[in-house]
C-alpha cells in the first residue's frame, strides 16, 4: 500500500562521493545548497480503513531543514508548525506532472515520516489526497509503478 521514491528527482547518483551531498533514507542535500526530507503523502481508500501512500521528496529551505535536523529526534516534535516545501517526485501515473507542487510538511512523531500535505488544488493528486481513491485507481498506480514503461498519460 505505499511507494517509495528513493532520491529526489535532483540527486545524481555521482553526488554520492561529494562532500558537500548527502542521501540517507530520510534526508538529502546537494551542493550544500538543496535541501530535502521524505514525508508520505497519504491517500485514503474510499469505503475502507487503508490508506495507500507515496514517499516522497520535499525541498525545504536551509532554515527549515536545519529546523527539522535539530528535532529529529526530540519528543514532542509534532507540535512543530508545518514548514513550507515543494514536491520534488515526479509520481508515476499523474499527468501533468507531480515536480514542484505546493506542500506543507507536517512532522509527526519521532520514528515516524512527516506528512505531506498539498495544496489544495485541482491537480490530481491533490484532489486524491482529498478524496480519496478507488480500489480501480489503486490497482491502475499498482500497474504503473509495477510496470513503468506503461505510458503514464493513460493512468
Known amino acids: 500500500m505505499n511507494y517509495t521514491a528513493e532520491a529526489p528527482a535532483a540527486w545524481d547518483p555521482a553526488f554520492a562521493d561529494a562532500d558537500d551531498c548527502l542521501l540517507s533514507s530520510d534526508q538529502c542535500v546537494i551542493r550544500a545548497q ?6 508520505l503523502v497519504e491517500i485514503p481508500v474510499i469505503g475502507s480503513d487503508e490508506v495507500f501512500s507515496w514517499a ?3 525541498s525545504l529551505s536551509r532554515e527549515n531543514f536545519s ?3 535539530d528535532l529529529w529526534a526530540t519528543t514532542g516534535r509534532e507540535a512543530e508548525n508545518p514548514y513550507f516545501g515543494w514536491l520534488t517526485t515526479d509520481l ?3 499527468s501533468p506532472t507531480t515536480l514542484n ?3 506543507h ?4 512523531p519521532v520514528g515516524e515520516r512527516p ?3 498539498l495544496e489544495p488544488t485541482n491537480h490530481p493528486l491533490a484532489v486524491e489526497q482529498r478524496t480519496g481513491i478507488t480500489r480501480d485507481r489503486l490497482r491502475e498506480i ?3 509503478v509495477l510496470h513503468p514503461s506503461h505510458d503514464r498519460n493513460q493512468a
Not at 510538511?105 to 509527526?108: A, F, K, L, Y
Open 34 to 39: 538543496h535541501y530535502f526530507v521524505k514525508g
Open 56 to 58: 516522497v521528496w520535499v
Open 67 to 69: 529546523r527539522a535536523a
Open 92 to 94: 508515476p501515473a499523474y
Open 101 to 103: 507542487l505546493k506542500t
Open 105 to 108: 510538511v507536517h512532522t509527526r
Open 115 to 117: 506528512l505531506v500535505e
Open 142 to 144: 499498482a500497474a504503473v
